[in-house]
Nanobody
Framework: EVQLVESGGGLVQVGGSLELSCAAS????????IGWFRQAPGREREEVSC????????SYLDSVKGRFFTSSDHAKRTVYLQMISLKPEDTAVYYC?????????????WGQGTQVTVSS
């Protein structure tokens, strides 16, 4: 059974940094892709980043490029989302999701989410 558990959210001031973690289990590491998504109140969910676990190829939402960085640690079975220079518009519940295969495709399996609040 695929399981994803996010952690690391919290309250941070504008310009601050946070690192989210997604502990993943229940699937062959190299056969999956992990996406980070976020959803703010009243807004549609959006894909923030994507990392293919086989080759660590990454992609990012335009509005977070240069500020958010995703990485993976196979030994720890954990995917990270490092966020710097945070803005109020980054406030949202952040989720990690796993897709079988190469490339993000909307998420076959989801974590429970972690709240990120950026205060001005």
């Amino acid at each position: 059974e695929v399981q994803l558990v996010e952690s690391g959210g919290g309250l941070v001031q504008v310009g601050g940094s946070l690192e989210l973690s997604c502990a993943a289990s229940g699937f062959p590491w190299d056969d999956y892709t992990i996406g980070w998504f976020r959803q703010a109140p009243g807004r549609e969910r959006e894909e923030v980043s994507c990392i293919s676990l086989s080759d660590e190829n990454t992609s990012y939402l335009d509005s977070v490029k240069g500020r958010f960085f995703t990485s993976s640690d196979h030994a720890k079975r954990t995917v990270y989302l490092q966020m710097i220079s945070l803005k109020p518009e980054d406030t949202a519940v952040y989720y990690c999701a796993a897709d079988a295969g190469y490339g993000c495709s909307g998420g076959d399996h989801w974590g429970q989410g972690t709240q990120v609040t950026v205060s001005s």
